[in-house]
């Protein structure tokens, strides 16, 4: 396995297990009422701020934990033309998904939307977008094209 191949795995786990919390914490909040209220931004972005670190370092654990699980402990760093076309395809399914998620953004917002709803559809746009991005980019590498 190639280290574009391990990366987009763990990327995509990483994207699973952030984004189902951040929807558990998001609909305890609706429940809550948290998100109603004048404060709303600022909760949903007290909520959200944290995703970046700890995907950081959820990445590097679940990279330390494949490299422990798999004997291979120097996978392939070459990177060729055909890991760039991936990589390529991937990062444009993320790019429409997250240009196709500003424009629901702004659409939600001019028809009286909220603030908060307006971020929920952002966010998850590009989550679904990276998430989607590397199940390309790994699907390319397993059907070698």
Not at 30 to 59: H, K, N, Q, Y
């Amino acid at each position: 396995m190639s280290h574009q191949e391990r990366a987009s795995i763990v990327a995509i786990i990483t994207s699973l297990l952030l984004n189902a919390y951040v929807v558990v914490r998001l609909v305890q909040f609706f429940e809550a009422g948290a998100l109603s209220g004048e404060d709303a931004p600022m909760v949903w972005a007290r909520a959200i701020v944290w995703v970046i670190p700890a995907a950081i370092v959820l990445t590097i654990v679940l990279n330390c934990l494949f490299t422990i699980a798999s004997k291979d402990r120097t996978p392939k760093n070459i990177v060729d033309e055909r890991d760039r076309q991936f990589k390529l395809r991937g990062l444009y399914i993320t790019l429409v998904s997250i240009g196709l998620g500003y424009m629901a953004m702004i659409v939600a917002l001019a028809t009286g939307w909220t603030a908060v709803a307006g971020l929920i559809l952002l966010h998850a746009s590009c989550a679904l977008g990276d998430l989607l991005g590397n199940v390309v980019r790994l699907a390319s590498y397993r059907i070698g094209g």
